[in-house]
């Protein structure tokens, strides 16, 4: 594989390619561009770019619903030498709030956007009287509608050294990293991620995942790109709403390469256990890489076992690992060797020893999946707390070197220097061991939550929750594990209270209705604690608390919280609203949802949303849409709306 000097040449060598880019939409909305039409169309868009003053150099924030105008709009901005900065469209107020302290953190920001986007954007600046960033929105936006160029842009001459693009950092930050990424470190790590799975121009790929996304990005565009191969963009929405046509396209595409984190194969079992998917053929698929958050070995094998009468390979299981601040890849498992694991003793994971084995099934064990050894250009080592390397089978932090590292956060020293070691290995806050030359990831060091492919900080989710009444940081414990039988991480809420427990119920409603309001995030656990454990030097001490939880401490108290089952008597005289309340109560856990309230605001995930909007789908085909509940956004309102459309 070659390795290119500049994404500029990535490019140039690609649209002579006969291949092409397929964006899925919805099941029978698709678009197609040639690599070739790629090129003339990011060069037209960039003419238009450098008509509005656009420069070398200056930032062009793409926030679009659209992945064709996404992609577009990214290489527009890389032939110009500007810096693309990708930002994920979100419907919480908190990624609104994460785009403007972008837009505030970048020097010569330029948005790039849709209009009705901007309108929201505006509406709501304006209301939080955010001044400065008005100013922003009503001068420096660039319309997608309003790009027509007579002329085509002057492609500009990167250098290996030159920003290709500034990765942030996924999820809900208050002070959100931007992670910058040199042409050297991309087209490194794109040779080497290429060079590893063994792609060639023959295979077909094909993701959900979003472009705002290092793995959907970089792995799923601009490596499948580079190895000159036809790949397939489907809109994540679309697959969240709608996550059957995941593999109904993979069969139609006779696709080679897929990739999903955790919750995708979990979503997509949700309904295919329950609707199947008769018809399709998944013999043609070589691979699926896994990656993004902790990889479950038991939910791997129900996926691969549910999909083996439609041929897939039980050996297509990819798992993988890698972080923004490496570019994506570090690690790669061997293609086609399937999947391999270590078990042990949940109690021996310490920093600096040895890892004590244990049985399957032992109700104190927890297996770990091997993520491969390093891709090319990438050194890993496993430190103690002082960077001294440990000998080999000792659990400890992991640390990279090579040229697919970043070398800085954008405009932020103090967290540049954190980020590396004396030495200048970078230091992934993850901690892993190596067995049999192989990585495993043990955990974190930091205390990242990771839901659904997206990293979250603690401290950020305690600041608002803390907003409570009676709260503050100091009540306040948030964090993420995956309890003992479970497949994904749960997000659980600490919340120091000495008081009867009879009146804690009103305290995990206001914080479930805050942070559905704020964050989207919907929160498993909120469990009452009389003591938060710290350090002497005064430094919570979460994973005290996470493994009190893990061991079943809590349950007793949780016992005495869990809403009574007074389903039967609460039923809404109205036979379809009493149904659609019986669906929620199948998919929003503990959270309760009454005919009049409203759904966006009872603390219950998009993601939950969708679920249940899909089970409402399954019983009453087409009658409800996930967009239609933003017209008409309680039970009781989709119950008239859908007897509207019977």
């Known amino acids: ?133 008005t100013a ?135 309904l295919f256990q329950r609707k199947g998917l008769p018809g399709i053929d998944l013999s043609s698929v070589r691979q699926i890489l896994n990656g993004a958050e902790p990889i479950s070995w038991d939910l791997c094998e129900e996926f691969l076992a549910a999909l083996a009468p439609v041929g897939l390979s039980q050996s297509s299981m990819m798992p ?41 099934g032992d109700s104190d064990a927890v297996s770990f999946v091997k993520v491969g050894k390093a891709i090319r250009d990438v050194n890993i080592r496993i430190t103690d707390d002082d960077d001294q390397v440990l000998g080999d089978g000792r659990i400890g932090n992991i640390q990279l070197f090579g040229n697919s590292m970043t070398e800085r956060i954008y405009g932020d020293d103090a967290a540049t220097a954190e980020l590396f070691a004396a030495d200048g290995w970078l230091r992934t806050g993850d901690c892993g061991v190596f067995v049999d030359e192989d990585l495993v990831i043990t955990g974190r060091q930091k205390d990242i939550i990771i839901l659904n492919g997206q990293n979250y900080y603690p401290h950020d989710i305690e600041e608002i929750v803390a907003q409570l009444d009676g709260l503050d940081l100091n009540k306040v414990v948030v964090a993420g594990a995956t309890p003992k039988g479970g497949q994904t991480e749960e997000l659980i809420a600490f919340i120091l209270y000495r008081q009867a427990t009879d009146d804690f119920a009103a305290i995990i409603e206001q914080l479930r209705d805050l942070l559905g309001e704020q964050t989207g995030l919907e929160i498993d656990q909120v469990i009452p604690v009389t003591r938060i454990p710290k350090t002497t030097s005064g430094k919570v001490q979460r994973a005290k608390l996470l493994q009190a939880y893990i061991d079943g401490e809590f349950d007793e108290v949780l016992d005495e919280l869990r809403p009574a089952d007074d389903a039967a008597n609460d039923a809404d005289d109205d036979p379809l609203v009493a149904e659609l309340e019986k669906i929620c109560r199948e998919f ?59």
């Open 1 to 133: 594989m070659q390795l290119y000097n500049t994404l500029t040449d990535l490019l140039a060598d690609a649209r002579g390619k006969d291949r092409e880019i397929r964006f899925i939409d919805g099941e029978k909305d698709e678009s197609i561009i040639s690599f070739a039409q790629l090129w003339e169309r990011s060069l037209a868009l960039l003419g238009s770019l450098q008509l509005r003053g656009m420069r070398p150099g200056d930032e062009l924030v793409v926030f679009s619903r659209s992945n064709e105008s996404f992609v577009v709009a990214f290489w527009a901005a890389v032939l110009g030498g500007m810096v693309p900065v990708p930002v994920a469209v979100g419907i919480s107020d908190e990624h609104r709030l994460k785009l403007f302290r972008i837009l505030k953190q970048l020097d010569r920001a330029t948005l790039f956007t849709e209009e009705d986007l901007l309108i929201r954007l505006l509406e709501f600046s304006e209301t939080r009287e955010l001044g400065e960033i």
């Open 136 to 270: 922003i929105l009503k001068t420096k936006t660039v319309l997608i509608s309003d790009t027509d160029s007579a002329a085509n842009g002057e492609v500009h001459a990167s250098t290996p050294e030159d920003i290709a693009f500034i990765q942030y950092s996924s999820g809900s930050t208050s002070d959100p990293k931007g992670i910058v990424l040199t042409h050297r470190n991309l087209c490194t790590n794109i040779r080497a991620i290429i060079e590893g799975a063994n792609w060639g121009a023959d295979d077909q790929a094909l993701s959900w995942m979003p472009l705002t996304h290092d793995m959907g990005l970089i792995g799923y565009h601009l490596s499948v790109l580079g190895a000159g191969m036809n790949h397939a963009v489907m809109d994540t929405n679309l697959f969240v709403r709608r996550p059957l046509i995941w593999m109904s396209k993979a069969s139609e595409l006779r696709a080679t390469q897929l990739c999903s984190p955790n919750f995708g194969y979990k979503h997509f079992l949700k």
């Open 320 to 360: 993988v690992y890698g972080l923004a601040e490496a570019t994506v890849g570090v690690s790669l498992s061997e293609p086609g060797s399937g999947m391999e694991r270590i078990t042990v003793h949940r109690h021996s994971l310490l920093l600096g020893e040895k890892y004590e084995a244990a049985m399957p």
């Open 588 to 646: 929003s856990k503990d959270r309760k949802i009454g005919p009049d309230d409203n759904l966006f605001e009872v603390g219950v995930s998009s993601l939950t949303l969708t679920e249940i909007v899909l089970a409402i789908d399954e019983k009453h085909p087409g009658k409800l849409d996930i967009s239609d509940l933003f017209d008409h956004p309680t039970l009781r309102e989709v119950a008239a709306f859908m007897k509207e459309n019977s």
